[in-house]
């Protein structure tokens, strides 16, 4: 489970990047939103997800960007909300 706040991850969605679901490095290039099992320039794990996939499988924690788990919960339902209607193919 990797912890990033509700800012790192819309900063991630951004510029398609991955996390490493082992280490917790983000790449340092753009992935595929729903890459998986891609290898970690880290820690050298296939353990590289794209952001939208890691948060859809559940490796993704997203916290608030300050304290307040209320907020942190309402980020994190707007975002999967967000992912819903991206993978929604029309
Ligand atoms: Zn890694």
Known sequence: MVKL???EVQGMMN??????????EPTCG????DA???ECGCCGENEVCGIDQAILLGYVDI???GD???AAAEAAKGLLNNLDKHWRKP
Do not use: A, K, L, R
């Not at 753009?30 to 939103?33: K, R």
């Open 5 to 7: 706040t509700q800012q």
């Open 15 to 24: 510029f398609s990047e991955g996390i490493c679901i082992e280490c917790g």
């Open 30 to 33: 753009p992935v595929e939103p």
């Open 36 to 38: 998986e099992g891609y």
């Open 63 to 65: 916290t608030g960007d």
């Open 68 to 70: 307040g788990t209320e």
